[in-house]
């Protein structure tokens, strides 16, 4: 071994037990542990584990077992209190356990029972945190120090992870002695402890004299020897020294103790990369992995991935860049005075080379290769929770496949696979089981459509776990936590919210207690801000109810009686409000905006042409707009009520056709006027062209408001323009670069300019004010070559082209009988100018 010496033996002349001290998740560990197995050949193997998972050793050799994976463990009472043991394809213990099965050698886990691990955590949980953790061999507890560390310092090195590197995961295998590297790593350990004695942590000291019972046992079982340890190296030290079997049982004696169940769950890199417990300081697990699986040639093996994945990613990498990169790394390491190139050095050189001096390839390269998106796999005979077997049935039969690396999946609701995609997905969200997280789709605003972010991670095997005690089938399970989440919710909204995802995870049996709940909440409920909050998901449930085919009599009848209750409510409380206040009650006014809109259209008649009711629920949610019309006029002519609520009050009726243009301009300039306090008027203002709802765009086309705004803030007084200016930059600010470009060209032809252009007979704004016949003629020409035209307009019966340009108001290009190109060109008496292309024919 570069950079210490030991005094290993032979394998011909082994020191039994024989102790490998490793590296946790280090390849450099695992081919020394393998060539030591090799040579030593042990009749048993003993393995830093949890003794209650050796039943599942068995399982690490069938061809359905692919690492990385991890032993977890959990307390049968509560499943939430977990301890996982990863292992990948590189992992020592991982090598030691295959090379075990495969020789037909006794293999057994030595470390402390997961029963006594689990009350360790459960009882530290309370000082230091949650109890789901990763176990490992490493120093942990009371441990002060990082023996890598002092090595590499002792050696002269300032980085732990180089030191490593240089001394085992760039040492080749070599022809030496396989057992020298161990005995090297026992004799620093040993300095290193008796350096830094008493740094042990207690639970340390606890699981080392349970693992020393535990060699002991396995020695007079094998007779003379024949005993190797694979373990971390902190603590070969103490497997190896002399103690008293009273002394390690007394530390032994009265641990607490919690049933434990064990199994194997699939884990990933790049969990590994995350720090603490068995993961710790392994931020390149894709890099160990391709140490390890290399046969020759790393670097020269890892840049060709690079390239492979910066060319995946159209960048132009050609294979002169690969092998000058292979160069510069070389180079790097030789001036380094390193053995071989190191991550450092092959990150240095595709920064360099491949990404011609950027960072931005390096982001892809560490997140792809580095640390990677692999997922490992578990056979289906592993033990499992009732739970968490239906969930493996389901992902098979709709061929949902977990993963490691994120993907959006696009489901289309009309298609049963996609639609018990769908179902699974919402029923594991009510459970906790956040596998996938819904986004906005893309090119579609369909309720049919759904697009779903989806991620497989190792922990939510332990919600699941969590999740069984609602039942043993995923649908179960979901109907019995969402009834008792209804019973249980603190508010309104979270009721709602519960009735959407019932419906969405197609759970009637729990729709019928969360409707119940419902009603009896929103009957008692008086606050009219939890009721709007409430209305939108509803209405939203309603919607999902109809492309799901599911019956939402009952809860349309429970949104109408809401909405109802909203409107009588609503002007009341939108009096006496601060600022914070207000602008939380115009959001609010905005959701009942929408959620009458959709309550109507699930009354409106269907398509076979159906009269709408004249009475009953239909005819009341059919009525719906004209009250909340009502409401909103009310409260557009309140002075009580706060400004941004009247300004939007008139914005929606506005929007909503109910009143003109000239009534809107009416009532911004009484809300403008001198009388009114900046303040109020500037709140107005964002009520009703802020809030993104498309007010920059109003501004823009009608500039009679555009000039009462600009009047009211020029004569705003000097002192309270401050006060507005925070209000009115809000606003503003939220428009789309644009649309406040053209407001400010708007605004710099002056206030003259827009007058002239507002009074009577001037014609649309922006436009002149007769037709200018020879430049509309001009497009002409433009049009017949879009029309793939030569010559005139002739009207051919078999499928040509006719038509003419009529500046008064009339004439067209027009297609023939046969469905040919059809089209028209119209420029009317008022100077609009309109046109229009169809009928691209057979």
């Given at each position: 071994m570069t950079g210490i010496q030991g005094n290993g033996r032979s394998g011909e002349d082994v020191r039994w037990p024989l102790l490998?001290?490793?590296r946790h998740h280090g390849p450099g560990s695992a081919r020394a542990v393998r060539a030591a197995l090799e040579a030593a050949r042990p009749r048993t193997v003993?393995?830093?584990?949890?003794?209650?998972?050796?039943?599942?050793?068995?399982?690490?050799?069938?061809?359905?077992?692919?690492?990385?994976?991890?032993?977890?463990?959990?307390?049968v009472d509560e499943p939430g209190r977990s301890a996982f043991w990863p292992m990948a394809e590189f992992s020592p213990e991982w090598v030691a356990l295959r090379w075990a099965l495969e020789q037909g050698v006794p293999a057994r886990f030595i470390d402390l029972p997961a029963a006594h691990t689990l009350a360790w955590e459960g009882r530290a949980e309370a000082e230091d945190g949650p109890a789901v953790e990763e176990r490992s061999g490493t120093p942990g507890g009371a441990l002060r120090i990082d023996p890598l560390g002092a090595l590499a310092e002792a050696a002269g090195y300032d980085d732990a992870e180089r030191w490593w590197e240089d001394v085992v995961e760039h040492r080749g295998a070599g022809g030496?002695?396989?057992?020298?590297?161990?005995a090297a790593v026992e004799e620093a350990m040993t300095a290193v402890r008796e350096t830094y004695e008493g740094t042990e942590g207690n639970r340390d000291l606890v699981r080392e004299a349970h693992m020393r019972l535990q060699v002991r046992s396995a020695q007079r079982e094998c007779g003379d020897g024949g005993v190797a340890v694979v373990c971390g190296a902190w603590h070969v030290p103490a497997l190896r020294r002399k103690a008293a079997v009273a002394d390690d049982r007394a530390l032994l004696k009265g641990l607490a103790k919690v049933r434990a169940e064990l199994t194997w769950v699939p884990w990933t890199h790049r969990r590994l990369a995350r720090d603490g417990g068995y993961g710790a300081g392994i931020d390149s697990p894709g890099w160990y992995a391709h140490l390890f699986g290399a046969p020759d040639r790393p670097v020269?093996?890892?840049?060709?991935?690079?390239?492979?994945?910066?060319?995946?990613?159209d960048r132009i990498v050609s294979p002169a860049d690969v092998i000058e990169a292979v160069r510069l790394a070389e180079?790097?390491?030789?001036?380094?005075?390193?053995?071989?190139?190191?991550?450092?050095?092959?990150t240095d050189a595709v920064r360099a080379v491949l990404g011609d001096g950027s960072d931005v390839p390096l982001a892809l390269v560490r997140d792809r290769l580095v640390i990677g998106d692999v997922l490992g796999e578990v056979p289906p005979g592993a033990p499992a929770v009732p739970l968490q077997r239906d969930l493996d049935r389901a992902q098979r039969r709709l061929r949902l496949k977990p993963e490691a690396a994120e993907r959006e999946a696009e489901l289309d609701l009309r298609k049963d696979t996609d639609a018990g995609r769908s179902r699974l997905l919402h029923r594991l969200r009510l459970l906790g089981v956040a596998w996938g997280e819904p986004v906005a789709s893309r090119g579609s605003t369909g309720t049919f459509r759904e697009t779903w972010r989806l991620r497989w991670e190792p922990e939510l095997s332990v919600r699941v776990a969590e999740a069984g005690v609602w039942g043993t089938t995923v649908r179960a399970a979901a109907t019995a936590k969402a009834e008792a989440d209804a019973v249980c919710a603190r508010d309104l909204a979270e009721v709602t919210a519960l009735a959407e995802h019932c419906l969405a995870a197609a759970l009637p049996d729990a729709l019928t207690v969360v409707m119940r709940v419902l009603a009896d909440r929103a009957a008692l409920d008086t606050d009219v801000g939890r009721l709007a909050e409430a209305l939108p998901a509803l209405v939203r449930s309603l919607r999902?109810?109809?492309?799901?085919?599911?019956?939402?009599g009952a809860l349309a009848e429970v949104a109408t009686g809401l909405a109802e209750r909203i409107f009588v409510g609503l002007p009341p409380a939108c009096t006496g409000l601060d600022a914070d206040a207000a602008e939380e009650m115009r959001r609010h006014v905005d959701a009942v905006q929408g959620s009458v809109g959709l309550l109507e259209e699930t009354a409106a008649p269907g398509d076979d042409g159906t009269a709408p009711a004249t009475d009953g629920p239909l005819a009341r949610r059919g009525a719906l707009r004209a009250r909340w019309r009502a409401v909103l006029r009310a409260l557009s002519g309140r002075d009580r009520v706060a400004g941004v609520v009247r300004g939007r009050a008139v914005r929606l009726l506005l929007d909503d056709g109910a009143v003109g243009q000239e009534e809107a301009a009416r009532l911004m300039g009484l809300a403008l006027s001198p009388r009114t306090a900046p303040r109020d008027a500037a709140a107005w203002i964002e009520g009703f062209v802020g809030g993104g709802a498309g007010g920059g765009l109003l501004l823009v086309h009608d500039e009679r408001l555009l000039a009462l705004v600009d009047g009211w803030l020029t004569g705003v007084p000097a002192e309270a323009f401050t006060d507005v200016l925070p209000l009115l930059r809000r606003t503003f600010s939220a428009y789309e670069p644009g649309v406040r470009r053209t407001l400010g060209e708007l605004v710099r032809r002056g206030p003259g300019e827009r007058a002239g252009a507002l009074r009577p007979g001037a014609g649309v704004p922006?436009?002149?004010?007769?037709?200018?016949?020879?430049?509309?003629?001009?497009?002409?020409?433009?049009?017949r070559l879009l029309l793939g035209l030569d010559g005139g307009f002739d009207s051919d019966p078999d499928g040509g082209s006719g038509g003419g340009f009529d500046p008064g108001g009339g004439g067209g290009l027009g297609g023939g009988s046969d469905g040919g190109l059809g089209g028209g060109f119209h420029t009317g008496a008022d100077g609009g100018m309109d046109g229009d292309l169809a009928g691209v024919g057979r």
């Open positions: 490998l001290g490793v003993l393995i830093e584990g949890p003794p209650e998972a050796d039943p599942l050793i068995p399982l690490a050799a069938g061809r359905d077992m692919r690492p990385p994976v991890a032993l977890l463990a959990h307390a030496g002695d396989p057992l020298a590297p161990f020269e093996r890892w840049l060709a991935k690079v390239a492979g994945l910066l060319r995946a990613e180079t790097l390491a030789a001036l380094r005075g390193r053995p071989l190139p190191g991550l450092g050095e092959t999902y109810g109809d492309v799901r085919g599911t019956d939402t922006g436009f002149a004010a007769g037709l200018d016949e020879e430049r509309a003629g001009a497009v002409l020409p433009v049009v």
